[in-house]
């Protein structure tokens, strides 16, 4: 199994600062036919489903803010909040979808200092 | 627009079965396949397995295997996730997760609390 690691576990940023969550998967997550990581990033409000920010570990799913950028590739890669809102509140999870079983992070707790 | 829409909470005892529903509207339900996520009070999210629509063809995580089913009846556009010989552990929030074009989770059911009680 892929295990995905994230860091950290919580983190508090003031708001309109960038606020950064790292995601390292045990082993490539990278697609060499088509030169994509199958890596996603969610949010999760309290007691709502989670809700995909980016997909391929870059690409913004439609409608979600360009303050949300993801990057990274092979088994290193972040989510960042250019400009913390206070609606960002929540948990964030990545997720790898390259092999069976799919994984996710832990999850990181972002709050408003 | 893409909705899936799950079946309410249920209360059950230990070693009973659920089967928790999640009716798709707004695509063709045979065209993306369907995951199952839990989560637990408090954590984090574990993956249960993905179903194939079209053909029926499931694919289960370790964990639930022997434990778990994934159906689906295509002319009310609805899969289905039955657990079985529940216990205290299985006490989780229960998703569907429909996949988008890439593999990723593009759209998700609202959650089904499942409680499993004495």
């Known amino acids: 199994d892929i295990v995905m690691t994230q860091s950290p576990d919580s983190l508090v940023v003031s708001l309109g600062e960038r606020a950064t969550i790292n995601c390292k998967s045990s082993q490539t997550i990278l697609y060499t036919s088509n030169n994509k990581n199958n890596l996603a990033w969610y949010q999760q409000k309290s007691g709502q489903p989670p809700k995909l920010l980016i997909y391929w570990a870059s690409t913004r799913e439609s409608g979600v803010p360009d303050r949300f950028s993801g990057s990274g590739s092979g088994t290193d890669f972040t989510l960042t909040i250019s400009s913390l809102q206070a609606e960002d509140v929540a948990v964030y999870y990545c997720?790898?979808?390259?092999?069976?079983?799919?994984?996710f992070g832990q999850g990181t707790r972002l709050e408003i200092k | 627009q893409v909705q899936l829409v799950q079946s309410g909470a249920e209360v059950k005892k230990p070693g009973a079965s659920v089967k928790v529903s999640c009716k798709a509207s707004?695509?063709?339900?045979?065209?993306?396949?369907f995951n199952w996520v839990r989560q637990a009070t408090g954590q984090g999210l574990e993956w249960m397995g993905w179903m194939n629509p079209k053909t029926g063809d499931t694919g289960y995580a370790q964990k639930f295997q022997g434990r778990v089913t994934m159906t689906r009846n295509t002319s009310i556009s609805t899969a289905y996730m039955e657990l079985s010989s529940l216990r205290s552990e299985d006490t989780a929030v229960y998703y569907c997760a429909r996949e988008g074009a890439y593999g990723d989770y593009a759209y998700w059911g609202q959650g089904s609390l499942v409680t499993v009680s004495s």
């Open positions: 707004g695509y063709t339900f045979i065209g993306y396949d």
């Open positions: 997720q790898q979808y390259y092999s069976s079983p799919i994984t």
